[in-house]
């Protein structure tokens, strides 16, 4: 089955700077990859995803960038601030209905 | 905005005892998932399900869970015979997409088994 490995594990950047977790996965035929930011006692909210027709999505602060080739994705987070502090997972979807999620990364963003 | 629901939020229960976990997806969905995390580690895939029935399931669940919608809103998560490691959060999530895409989670139930 499918397998995420995300990393880092933790991140601390400060206020402004920019923020970059990546992730890779194993299955060939996984085509769409969410990314959740859970924050502390609440569930995962989807904040961006990307299909695997696409090699770059943005939304406002936040670009998700895919490389189908080498198997691997990112999250990159500009002028971040003190409430992007959570902790952030990324998925990956094949040909199932499951998404397989990475360990998380959790970001602190320092004021 | 629409968002799951789930209840209760925090679950205590014996070692053995039966236990059912409450989900109201966002109404125009009709896919629905369970996920659970246990602390500390990543969100795990339990079961998915469309049109009264499991579409898919993992290794997790086992004949000790079940699933079922037994209205037009409910979504729930039984497990029969409660063990220490099932004590976890339980994540229901639900998406309008057939394929899986967008699927929208709810704040959990922390379940703790003594």
């Known amino acids: 089955g499918e397998n995420v490995e995300q990393h880092p594990s933790t991140l601390s950047v400060q206020e402004g700077d920019s923020a970059v977790i990546k992730c890779t996965y194993s299955?060939?035929?996984?085509?769409?990859f969410p990314w959740y930011k859970q924050e502390l006692g609440k569930g995962p909210q989807l904040i961006i995803d990307i299909r695997s027709n696409v090699g770059e999505k943005k939304d406002q602060r936040i670009a998700v960038t895919l490389n189908k080739t080498a198997k691997h994705f990112s999250l990159h987070i500009t002028e971040t601030q003190p409430e992007d502090s959570a902790v952030y997972f990324c998925a990956a979807r094949a040909g199932s209905y499951q998404l397989t999620f990475g360990k998380g990364t959790k970001l602190s963003v320092i004021p | 905005e629409p968002e799951v629901t789930q209840t209760p939020s925090h679950q205590v229960t014996q070692m053995g005892q039966e236990v059912i976990l409450r989900c109201v997806p966002i109404s125009n969905h009709l896919y629905f998932y369970w996920y659970r995390q246990i602390l500390g580690q990543k969100v795990e895939f339990l079961v998915s399900?469309?049109?009264?029935?499991?579409?898919?399931k993992s290794e997790i669940f086992d004949d000790q869970f079940s699933v079922e919608r037994p209205d037009g809103s409910n979504f729930t998560l039984k497990i029969r015979s409660t063990k220490l490691e099932d004590s976890a959060m339980y994540f229901c999530?639900?998406?309008?997409?057939?394929?899986?895409?967008?699927?929208?989670f709810g704040p959990g139930t922390r379940l703790t088994v003594t």
């Open positions: 399900f469309y049109n009264n029935e499991i579409s898919e």
């Open positions: 299955d060939s035929a996984s085509n769409y």
């Open positions: 999530a639900s998406t309008e997409w057939r394929r899986g895409d967008e699927q929208y």
